[in-house]
């Protein structure tokens, strides 16, 4: 199986889908809160590739717009556990992050043509058959949270398994760098004479 394969799936069938069609969203707009139970969390926490995920949580307001289309914004909080990319030890990442992004039409959110060197035009989310998967999307949102790589706040870096007099030693070496500097600088002397 890819990568791809790994992270997604087909239109409503992730972890933690959540298809709103829109037209059951009222004018004035509709409020959600969404709890993930333990086998999504689970299912959540291989697919990030994450010890455990936690708490997960999240309330959006669906408001709808001219063409079919959806606003939604709204706030995720949940929590990851990690390993510390220096001790090895299971930390915790606490994670609260506000998010509003637009739902589409599919045929119109294809027709979006973004250079490849613009890195800040957000495109807007696909709706398939009239449905927006707020779950999802939500998701995707969580999971930019989580840290690439986590680190304890006290945990310190300090060598390969090295003693301190073995780091000393080493940072007491000449690099070969230096020494090829050395040697350039001496033949430069011996030209200019």
């Known amino acids: 199986m890819s990568e791809d394969e790994a992270i997604s799936a087909p239109f409503g069938e992730a972890e933690m889908s959540l298809l709103v069609l829109h037209d059951e969203v009222p004018p004035n707009g509709r409020e959600i809160e969404h709890v993930a139970n333990d086998d999504v969390l689970a299912a959540l926490a ?53 998010f509003s992004t637009e739902f589409q039409p599919q045929e119109l959110v294809a027709k979006y043509v973004v250079p490849e060197d613009d890195f800040d035009t957000e495109l807007p989310e696909a709706m398939q058959n009239g449905q927006a998967d707020i779950g999802e999307m939500v998701t995707q949102v969580f999971a930019m949270e989580i840290p690439a790589y986590p680190r304890a706040e006290d945990a310190e ?37």
């Open 46 to 98: 291989k697919r990030f590739k994450v010890e455990e995920v936690a708490d997960l949580i999240f309330e959006a307001l669906l408001t709808p717009l001219a063409s079919d289309c959806l606003q939604v914004s709204g706030k995720v909080r949940g929590k990851v556990r990690q390993l510390c990319g220096v001790t090895l030890d299971p930390l915790w990442t606490q994670i609260n992050i506000d």
């Open 157 to 193: 870096f300090v060598g390969y398994g090295q003693s301190e007099a073995e780091r000393e030693a080493e940072d007491a070496k000449q690099s070969p760098f230096a020494a090829l500097s050395a040697l350039k600088a001496s033949n430069d002397t011996s030209d200019e004479t």
